[in-house]
């Protein structure tokens, strides 16, 4: 592991909820190893951890026998701790397809909009990947997309859907 790339998954495991320091590391950089290998490696800090807590957890999750469902339940109020009506809304759900927006605090958000950060390409970059990898783990055919297009804090809130594919 080169040394940026451990500098990186240092703050990110060590970020506690405040991803500011982490977000000010990775501007550090790009003049050494430009921003976009930086969310790289953040990416592939970010999806490490996802993957290693699904080894861990993954047979123990309840199955709803809907894969849609399934993956909601174990990324969003398992994994990352927010649920609906608390954190957010569903806009559009049935057994093919979730349209969720969230409303959550968000240390991504936070420490992009101190640091002047586009979310939009922070989000693509760094955190759509290991989602989608998660809810592949979860089942092959699950697909993860988020709008760029409503997303904090050009709108009150992100959305983002979960897809049952084929």
């Not at 760029?148 to 709108?155: M, N, V």
Request: with cysteine.
């Amino acid at each position: 592991m080169d040394p940026y790339h451990s500098l990186i998954k240092g703050q990110y495991l060590h970020s506690g909820g405040d991803s500011t320091a982490l977000f000010q590391t990775i501007l550090s950089l790009p003049h050494e190893i430009g921003l976009d290998k930086a969310l790289a490696y953040l990416e592939q800090c970010v999806l490490e951890k996802r993957l290693a807590w699904l080894d861990v957890n993954l047979e123990r999750l309840a199955r709803t026998g809907n894969p849609v469902w399934d993956g909601y339940r174990m990324f969003y109020e398992t994994y990352l701790g927010v649920s609906i009506p608390f954190a957010g809304e569903m806009v559009e759900q049935d057994e093919r397809r979730m349209v969720m927006r969230w409303w959550n605090p968000c240390p991504t958000l936070a420490a992009c909009q101190k640091l002047g950060l586009d979310t939009r390409q922070v989000c693509r970059k760094a955190y759509h990947q290991p989602v989608q990898a998660f809810l592949w783990r979860i089942d092959p055919r699950l697909r993860f997309d988020r709008n760029y297009a409503e997303l904090r804090p050009y709108r009150p809130y992100c959305e983002e859907m979960i897809t049952l594919a084929g």
